[in-house]
């Protein structure tokens, strides 16, 4: 079956520091991959996604990049602030008729001034 | 303006009441979902509705019944709560077409609390 794993946490890190979450797949097919971010006490925002092997995903400064010969869709930013502390998943859906979201664990992102 | 609202925000309630979560989405989606968010922050999904029709049912304990009058409405009725119930509980839409999901837009959660 699908399954989503993404680096354990809790990440910390200081102000404008880069960051990178790993995220890696199994999925059937070709799945369209995501990001989302939970900030404290909210629901998940979708962050990027990208379709299609060698898309890149991009959105307030992350980027991720569907990579089909590593099964990776790692995300990065060049600069981190403390507004990005949050939980964020990485997800697939591998299409098929159920429209299925399959979550990683979450890795949580601190961010110190 | 909220494109999937959820009430209640919080639910405290005491072991072995019946409870319902109320979910409705203003974006024309065709497709929605209940998700339960575990102390963990895993996520895990319990439901789904595509039209109003059931598409996905986990193994959940049949204590929880989902129910979509239409397709902007999914709401989780829970019998019997017990201790582990407690949750962050999640609606979510999407729009579909074929085989393809465009992304989830979700709820801001409710916390259940069962004491």
């Known amino acids: 079956g699908d399954s989503v794993t993404q680096m354990e946490g809790p990440v910390t890190l200081s102000e404008e520091a880069f960051l990178t979450i790993n995220c890696t797949y199994t999925a059937t097919g070709y799945p369209s991959l995501f990001w989302y971010v939970q900030y404290p006490g909210e629901g998940l925002q979708l962050l990027l996604k990208?379709?299609?092997?060698?898309d890149k995903g991009s959105n307030k400064g992350f980027e991720a990049t569907y990579r089909k010969e590593t099964t990776s869709f790692h995300l990065e930013k060049g600069s981190v602030q403390v507004s990005d502390s949050a939980v964020y998943f990485c997800?697939?859906?591998?299409?098929?008729?159920?429209?299925?979201?399959?979550f990683g664990k979450g890795t949580l992102l601190t961010v110190n001034p | 303006d909220t494109a999937v609202s959820q009430t209640p925000k919080y639910l405290v309630t005491q072991m072995g009441n019946d409870k319902s979560i109320k979910c409705e989405q203003n974006?024309?989606?065709?497709?929605m979902y209940w998700y339960k968010q575990d102390s963990k922050k895993f996520l895990k999904i319990m439901f789904s509705?595509?039209?109003?029709?059931?598409?996905i049912n986990e193994t959940v304990p049949n204590r929880f019944s989902p129910k979509s009058p239409d397709k902007a409405h999914l709401n989780l009725h829970i019998n019997s709560l017990e201790l582990g119930d407690s949750a962050v509980y999640f609606c979510a839409s999407s729009r579909t077409r074929g085989r393809a999901n465009y992304g989830y837009t979700f709820g801001s959660g409710t916390r259940l609390t069962v004491v």
């Open positions: 997800a697939l859906n591998s299409g098929g008729s159920n429209y299925k979201l399959t």
């Open positions: 974006l024309g989606h065709d497709t």
């Open positions: 509705y595509n039209n109003k029709e059931l598409i």
């Open positions: 990208a379709t299609k092997a060698d």
